[in-house]
């Protein structure tokens, strides 16, 4: 069977489009129980926050954020290793380099924020509570952009819904924060998940 130079031309972005897609599909599958544990620990984070506001605070630290923040590295850590063990039997040389890069990155996003947290010095906490999900959003954003608008699209409802809440239901900013700010990431998992 002869192909023409069009058909043949035409074949090939076939497939690089299917590449692509294929691409994305597993990046939203690696990325779907991540949403989910993230959007778990907003909710009790947020949630815990408002229904005991001075509960775990000591010398400035929120103690309840701090080991919902733990734990979430370390259940993020754990299933990206499985992940990698699932995807890649046999390279745990590799997967390590790629865990090593993972947890210098997120060391990254946590001495940004607390960086920024030292230099604007918020009196309220509720400050912090929307200046962190507005990063994550962007972060979500940002690689939305590279790699697939599910994550942009996260970004924008992560960005939105912050907002919403901080502008129109300061009072209520905290649940909010909770049910919609970890919901909606909790649903991102599962529509990640649904490709």
């Not at 259940?75 to 992940?83: L, T, W």
């Not at 200046?131 to 939105?160: D, E, K």
Request: aromatic share 14%.
């Amino acid at each position: 069977m002869d192909l023409s130079p069009g058909q043949a031309a035409e074949s090939l972005k076939e497939i690089e489009r299917t590449q692509r897609r294929s691409v994305e599909v597993h990046d939203y599958a690696n990325a779907a129980p991540g949403f989910v544990i993230w959007g778990l620990i907003w909710m009790f984070g947020y949630a815990g926050s408002y229904l005991l506001p001075n509960y775990g605070f000591s010398h400035g630290i929120n103690w309840l954020w701090f080991g919902l923040v733990v734990l979430g590295i370390t259940a993020s850590a754990v299933i990206g290793r499985r992940q990698h063990r699932a995807q890649h039997p046999g390279e745990a040389a590799r997967g390590r380099g790629i865990g090593a890069r993972w947890i210098a990155s997120l060391a990254a996003f946590w001495v940004f924020v607390i960086a920024v947290m030292a230099v604007m010095r918020p009196v309220n906490p509720a400050v912090s509570g929307a200046f962190i999900p507005l990063v994550v959003a962007l972060v979500y954003a940002l690689f939305g952009i590279w790699r697939g608008l599910r994550f942009l699209l996260a970004g924008i409802a992560v960005a939105a819904l912050t907002l919403v809440g901080w502008f129109w239901l300061p009072e209520y900013f905290l649940p909010w924060m909770a049910a919609v700010g970890g919901g909606s990431l909790v649903l991102t998992g599962l529509w990640l998940r649904k490709v």
